[in-house]
């Protein structure tokens, strides 16, 4: 059996890959960041290098 422990960010545009355990989590959903999982007030991206979400 495989467990998963890692999976991309819940928000459709990020690239991210997110470890399960660290993921801010909203909904069920795993997230890589409070922006993502907020739906980017203010238009912020997550800020990590090479994702360009919500841009």
């Known amino acids: 059996m495989t467990t998963v422990t890692q999976m991309k960010c819940a928000c459709e545009s990020c690239l991210c890959i997110v470890s399960i355990e660290s993921a801010v989590k909203k909904n069920g959903q795993n997230y890589c960041s409070e922006a993502c999982a907020n739906n980017h007030p203010d238009g912020a991206g997550c800020g990590h290098e090479g994702c ?3 841009s």
């Open 52 to 54: 360009e979400c919500n």
